[in-house]
């Protein structure tokens, strides 16, 4: 995330709608829009929705687009090495993980969620990879048994592969793999929403592995990808997409 989180400025709210496969989507449009444009104030404001809506009607859908803003809402905080705000907001993160596997239908996610809690525990401090990082294997395994047609899954793998150790089986070409395979199968969802910030953020995650990869032509097609996504995605169009088009050969 960026600073990860680049609006178009078209106000929208938290939304429930109807997905094809029979499962509702509640990806609120407010994130998304804060994400797109980089204005982490809209993305606080779009977690404060989901949390007010959550209150007056509790049900699974609105309370996993929290989580999950809150994980994106984490990832920034990290990014920014704002090490003392995130830590709260981890330990808020762990108890909503453990309330969301009370919900059916979410093992995925709920897998996903854990894995990469160990990942955020790592980032607060780096030295407890020594008794974190075997249990971050066993949660990947986890992770992929429960979630192997899930992009979540996925995507936590490539993030745990492009960061471990290349004997724990870390590779940046596998991660490349996990990412890709996300994508795919965030693609093959006919009900993939027109809010998903997890989608977009998955291409930016891609392309910037990329391009520590030194395969920038690579890193600038996914931009392109994302950009046709969401023209408006400012991070990407203002600065990954004509970074990375600067060291094409």
């Known amino acids: 995330m960026r600073g990860t989180l680049a609006v178009m400025l078209f106000m929208l709210s938290a939304v429930c709608l109807a997905g094809t496969d029979g499962r509702k989507d509640c990806s609120s449009c407010t994130i998304y829009s804060g994400y797109i444009s980089g204005n982490m104030e809209m993305w606080k404001k779009g977690m404060q929705e989901l949390q007010e809506q959550f209150s007056r009607t509790p049900d699974a859908c609105t309370f996993y687009a929290l989580v999950e803003a809150r994980y994106g809402y984490v990832g920034y905080l990290l990014g920014r090495d704002e090490k003392d705000a995130a830590r709260s907001q981890i330990e808020t993160f762990a108890g909503e993980i453990e309330k969301l596997a009370g919900y059916p239908g979410y ?20 030295a407890r990879a020594v008794t974190l990082g075997p249990r971050a294997l066993k949660q990947l395994d986890a992770t992929m048994e429960a979630g192997s047609h899930s992009p979540v899954a996925w995507i936590e793998k490539a993030n745990s592969e492009a960061h471990m150790p290349a004997f724990a089986g870390g590779s940046k070409e596998k991660a490349a793999a996990s990412f890709r395979e996300a994508l795919r199968l965030f693609e093959a969802d006919p009900g993939l ?37 969401a023209p408006g995605f400012q991070w990407v169009r203002d600065e990954l997409l004509p970074a990375a088009e600067k060291k094409i050969k």
């Open 107 to 126: 093992e995925a996610e709920t897998e996903a969620f854990r894995l990469a809690l160990l990942g955020f525990r790592m980032g607060l401090n780096p």
């Open 193 to 229: 929403a027109a809010c998903s910030w997890r989608y977009l953020n998955t291409m930016v995650l891609l392309g910037q592995l990329l391009e520590r990869m030194d395969d920038y032509r690579g890193a600038a097609e996914v931009y392109r990808m994302a950009l046709t996504r």
